[in-house]
């Protein structure tokens, strides 16, 4: 069984600050690992995923990921806020297996921006 | 289509109704997938499609609730006797198992509301 815990629903953060959205996840089997953002209105878009490859992880916008195994983590980040980046943000979990599975998401966290 | 597409967007039905959701999911793509996405509840996993059959239908809530697929693409998501606790956004995504790493496409959802 695989799950994500996020922690913080709500984040709300300075424009140009730093963005750290935390993920921790439980698998009994290696994962991959997937964050998604969701704007207004709109169905989900991946930002970036972990597949067994490198641990620190680029994906779209600016944000990264790392893969820590030994803390059972896959946080968020981005060095400086844009007001765009505000939205809904989903961590996600699935098995390593080669073949289509589910994704199990966290309940997601909301980020704001201020000026 | 370029992506997965849902319909109808937006669904207002009374109390007892039934109501049909579909989905459309990107050519090709094998695996299609139904999430429920309520306020505070993040997303919620209901079921999951290969070809036409559905391995996994844990998460339908109950047996109000049935999907079907028909020719590997076009799926049909079924709430008969709609209870005000059904209003929800339900996503549908799909993804190809041919060299799958997981990822899924979302659609932009079909919002219900049951008054």
Redesign the interface.
């Known amino acids: 069984a695989q799950s994500v815990t996020q922690l913080g629903s709500h984040v709300s953060v300075s424009e140009g600050a730093l963005v750290l959205l935390r993920c921790n996840y439980s698998s009994s089997v290696p994962p991959y690992l997937f964050w998604y953002v969701q704007y207004p209105n709109q169905g989900l878009q991946l930002l970036l995923k972990y597949t067994s490859a490198a641990t620190l992880v680029k994906g779209i916008n600016g944000f990264e990921a790392e893969f820590k195994k030994s803390e059972t983590s896959f946080h968020l980040t981005k060095p400086s806020a844009h007001m765009s980046d505000a939205a809904e943000y989903f961590c996600a979990v699935s098995p390593n297996t080669g073949t289509a599975s589910k994704l199990t998401f966290g309940t997601g966290t909301r980020l704001q921006v201020t000026l | 289509g370029a992506g997965?597409s849902q319909s109808p967007s937006n669904k207002v039905t009374e109390k007892g109704k039934d109501v049909e959701l579909r989905c459309d999911p990107i050519s090709g793509h094998?695996?299609l997938?139904w999430?429920r996405q309520s306020l505070?509840?993040?997303?919620e996993?209901l079921i999951?499609f290969?070809g036409n059959s559905a391995p996994?239908k844990s998460g339908l809530p109950s047996d109000r609730f049935s999907a079907e697929r028909t020719g590997g693409s076009v799926s049909t998501l079924t709430i008969q006797r709609t209870q005000q606790e059904d209003s929800a956004v339900y996503?549908c995504?799909s993804?190809?198992?041919y060299r799958?790493?997981?990822?899924?496409f979302?659609?932009?959802?079909s919002r219900l509301t049951v008054l």
């Open positions: 997965v094998t695996a997938y999430y505070g509840q993040g997303l996993f999951y290969q996994d996503l995504a993804s190809s198992t799958d790493t997981g990822e899924l979302f659609g932009e959802g």
